[in-house]
Nanobody, 126 residues
């Protein structure tokens, strides 16, 4: 089992940047595929980005492609989401997710993830 704790959210002006972090417990972090999802008020939780256990494979939602970058440091049990050129549509609670994978692939659907963090609020003012 793994526990996930997100941090790095906050209030930022449109055009600004934030870096989210997700710290994971456990000694097998390097075997977990990781992902970021977000949920805006009144909307369903949606996929943002994902990374395979090696970090060699990544995926992004079309809405964030070219602006967000996912990365991971397996030595620190942490996955990051660098968010640039933020706009009001990026305002949401951002969740980190994890699941064990036998292969070095990305997971892009909510149902593929077993472990979730508590979320961190990102608010972009226009």
């Amino acid at each position: 089992q793994v526990q996930l704790v997100e941090s790095g959210g906050g209030l930022v002006q449109a055009g600004g940047s934030l870096r989210l972090s997700c710290a994971a417990s456990g000694r097998t972090f390097g075997s977990y595929a990781m992902g970021w999802f977000r949920q805006a008020p009144g909307k369903e939780r949606e996929f943002v980005s994902a990374i395979s256990w090696s970090g060699g494979n990544t995926a992004y939602a079309d809405s964030v492609k070219g602006r967000f970058t996912i990365s991971r440091d397996n030595a620190k049990n942490t996955v990051y989401l660098q968010m640039n050129s933020l706009n009001a549509e990026d305002t949401a609670v951002y969740y980190c997710a994890a699941n064990l994978r036998g292969s070095d692939t990305v997971l892009v659907h909510r149902y593929q993830y077993v472990y979730w963090g508590q979320g961190t609020q990102v608010t972009v003012s226009s």
